[in-house]
């Protein structure tokens, strides 16, 4: 069997490894039912970060001038703007599906390989999808919050649709395995890097940073099914 | 004579559009752009100068919001078994985390620009939501940038703001009764105040 399904077999597995360990961390927190699981991983991750990522993605914001930045972030945006028509298509936004994919005839040619959003430019605007919103807009509940090894804040529903983000992610689909890991890491690498500006915030905002990024996440999804125009949550009265 | 008349007429005129105040989407253009020309062109808070955007923040941006109804719904339930003290320390606390906040993200400001989007309002709306879009240079995403406001007597204040859909009174909600479960509301006032002073000084008469 080719790598990919090897890759999103170990990648389930790990998940439902992950979904044993989890019964014992229950707690009372209705939105966050295995908080004790999720602070954990939450303060594992946080650990890596800071001793691998953020200096190596600090390194890379530092020595690449701001246009290389750019094109290497328009880079992956148009690979990612594929399957983004995909999803748009499945929840049956045909005219933004339908831009999605002009963007990525469109930035491939003239925009030299998705170097260059010339599509922006003309009036097609990027959208941003994927599968855990999809199965959101056909109306799967999100599940309880859920903090992934190294891949951060998820929700059980979100997960599902990670696990097919990862199988249709073009890149994984090169032959060329140390071409292919290159692009892996230094889309990492970017995505981590293009964070830095809002890190800084949320450490200047949050009393307690698990709790502040959770409740962001959520939100965000939230938010992000409905493409913007949430419907207002009915607030406590005081 | 006449033209005394006229200006003291002129000037009766004026002052009443002050009192009733500026439409809210007019007022959040008004002081978007008016921060926005100042961040421009202010090298020093583009570097880091948190004091200079803080000094930017009190001055443009506080008077237009009501941090004290800002804190009632953070607060949540909670706001129930509050003392006035506490609310009083609470309210301010908590004004001093968002200033700190709203100027750490002003240092970061990148050639960002804001487009207001189209503003629709009842005649005798007293709640209304403001919407604009921060576009950003480069590959960076535009995000969404939405004011609540209500109207008090002293013009039209804002109560909450979502960025990217995510509101900040619903986050610090989450946060209050979290720390509020943990150590009571004088524990979170404890832990306001230990937060605000342990970061990097902005006021005159902070420690370091």
């Given amino acids: 069997m080719n790598t990919v399904t090897m890759r999103t077999r170990t990648f389930i597995a790990t998940l439902l490894g992950m979904g044993l360990i989890t019964g014992c961390a229950t707690s009372g927190n209705a939105k ?24 190596v993605a600090k390194g ?30 499945l929840q049956g936004k045909v005219s933004d599906g339908g831009s999605d994919l002009g963007r990525v005839a469109v930035n491939t040619t003239v925009g030299v390989l998705g170097v260059f959003d010339v599509a922006s430019g003309m009036g097609l605007e990027k959208h941003e999808e994927d599968f855990g919103q999809t199965f959101g807009r056909w109306g799967m509940g999100s599940g309880a919050y859920v903090v992934l090894p190294l891949l951060g804040p998820r929700t059980v529903r979100d997960t599902g649709g990670l696990v097919l983000d990862v199988a249709t992610d ?51 999804r939230r938010s992000m099914v409905y493409d913007g125009n949430p419907p207002r949550e009915a607030e406590d009265a005081p | 004579m006449k033209s005394f008349f006229a200006f003291v007429s002129g000037l009766l005129m004026f002052s009443s559009v002050l009192a009733e105040g500026l439409a809210p989407d007019v007022l959040v253009k008004k002081i978007s752009n008016e921060v926005l ?3 421009r062109t202010d090298k020093d808070i583009q570097s880091g100068n948190t004091k200079k955007a803080v000094s930017l923040v009190e001055v443009k941006i506080l008077p237009h919001f009501d941090f004290m109804h ?16 506490q609310q009083k320390a609470l309210a301010a606390e908590f004004q001093t985390l968002l200033v700190r906040t709203y100027s750490k993200a002003l240092t970061e400001y990148k050639n960002q620009t804001i487009e207001f989007k189209p503003f629709a309002m009842k005649p005798d709306a007293t709640d209304v939501k403001v919407r604009t879009e921060v576009k950003q240079p480069g590959a960076a995403k535009p995000f969404q940038l939405d004011y609540y406001l209500d109207k008090s007597d002293a013009g039209w204040k804002v109560y909450d703001v979502e960025v990217g859909g995510i509101s900040l009174v619903t986050t610090y909600r989450e946060s209050f009764t979290t720390e509020i479960r943990n150590s009571g509301i004088d524990g979170l006032i404890k832990s306001l105040r230990e937060k605000n002073q342990s970061g990097e000084p902005v006021v005159a008469g902070s420690k370091k």
């Avoid at chain 1, 020595?63 to 999803?87: K, Q, Y």
């Avoid at chain 1, 809002?198 to 307690?208: G, N, R, Y």
């Fill in chain 1, 32 to 55: 966050d039912p295995i908080e004790g699981f999720n602070r954990a991983m939450y303060a594992f991750n946080d650990g890596v970060d800071k001793a691998v990522i953020k200096p």
């Fill in chain 1, 60 to 89: 890379y914001d530092a020595v690449l001038p701001n246009p290389v930045r750019t094109g290497v972030t328009n880079f992956f945006g148009n690979i990612a703007d594929l399957f983004i028509g995909v999803n748009n298509l």
């Fill in chain 1, 170 to 220: 073009p890149v994984a689909y090169i032959d060329h395995v140390p071409t292919r890991n290159t692009l892996f890491t230094v889309r990492a690498i970017n995505d981590r890097a293009n964070l830095l500006p809002a890190e800084k915030v949320v450490e200047e905002a949050a009393l307690d940073k698990y709790s502040y990024i959770r409740d962001a996440y959520l939100q965000r």
């Fill in chain 2, 37 to 39: 020309d100042i961040v």
């Fill in chain 2, 70 to 85: 800002m804190t009632k719904l953070a607060l949540g339930r909670e706001w129930r078994q509050t003392t006035p003290a």
